[in-house]
């Protein structure tokens, strides 16, 4: 998670730098909702793989892994379709040359607003 934050950073501001900023920030914004999103998840996923190991609780090692495990491939399901969408937006929509930055960014907008609220609305349930 480190390096990959690293090397975004590194790259964004070179090229914001070199006066490449806008034609990095509309190519990267869009895709980046569900893909700089999916990395997060899948930090997580092996952060909370990794705690079950060093902090097993009641539960030998291999029990907490295999507990963890199964709540894991939930989010690394998640994280694959969000990957193969990203993508899909990448190869079709972010590398589109035709399309002005103002439209690629209010459809970024869409897709960040559209992840978050997925995010955070997921999984509750009216009572």
């Not at 990095?24 to 990794?50: N, P, Q, W």
């Amino acid at each position: 998670l480190l390096y990959n934050g690293a090397l975004i950073g590194a790259v964004a501001g070179y090229l914001t730098e070199r006066g490449l900023g806008g034609t990095f920030y509309s190519f990267v914004v869009t895709h980046g909702a569900f893909e700089l999103t999916a990395i997060a998840l899948s930090g997580a996923a092996g952060l909370k793989l990794g705690h079950s190991l060093l902090a097993p609780g009641r539960r030998t090692r291999r029990q907490s892994l295999v507990h963890a495990a199964r709540e894991c491939v939930v989010i690394v399901y998640g994280v694959t379709a969000m990957l193969i969408v990203a993508a899909a937006v990448e190869a079709f929509w972010s590398s589109a040359a035709w399309i002005p930055d103002a439209v690629k960014y209010g459809v970024a907008a869409v897709c960040w607003i559209g992840v978050l609220a997925y995010l955070v609305l997921q999984g509750r349930h009216a009572t």
